[in-house]
């Protein structure tokens, strides 16, 4: 029923410096990857929060509010791919044409 403890020659500073050592370990790779994720999310973020008008070939999300039947969109992103300003309509800072690969929207 007890463990063989035979097998193990760790002493316990040493299990202890080897549990830290690859808690660290994970620590960082952990921290690597929120901070990408943060990148990710602030890059849209900033977008939207400081700029108001869009010129010719600045690259947008766009907008594609499709409903199903049945389905909450609590948690659903209505904004499904990116794009870029191809054209201004009356000079007016939201009215644009984007396009989207090879179909305009």
């Known amino acids: 029923m007890l463990p063989n403890l ?3 020659t760790e002493t316990v500073p040493q299990y ?3 549990v830290v050592d690859r808690l660290n370990k994970v620590n960082e790779i952990v921290r690597e990857n ?3 994720a943060a990148d990710s999310a602030s ?3 900033n977008v939207k929060v400081h700029r108001k008008h869009f010129d010719e ?3 947008v999300r766009i907008f594609y ?3 199903f039947v049945g389905r909450s ?3 659903r992103s209505f904004y499904k791919t990116t794009g870029e ?3 201004k309509i009356m000079m007016q800072p939201t009215l644009s044409k984007a396009m989207r690969g090879n179909s305009q929207k």
């Open 34 to 36: 929120l901070q990408s």
């Open 43 to 45: 890059k849209w973020y």
């Open 73 to 75: 969109p609590k948690w």
């Open 85 to 87: 300003i191809v054209k």
């Open 65 to 67: 509010p499709r409903h």
């Open 57 to 59: 070939g600045t690259p």
């Open 6 to 8: 035979e097998q193990n």
């Open 16 to 18: 202890t410096a080897a």
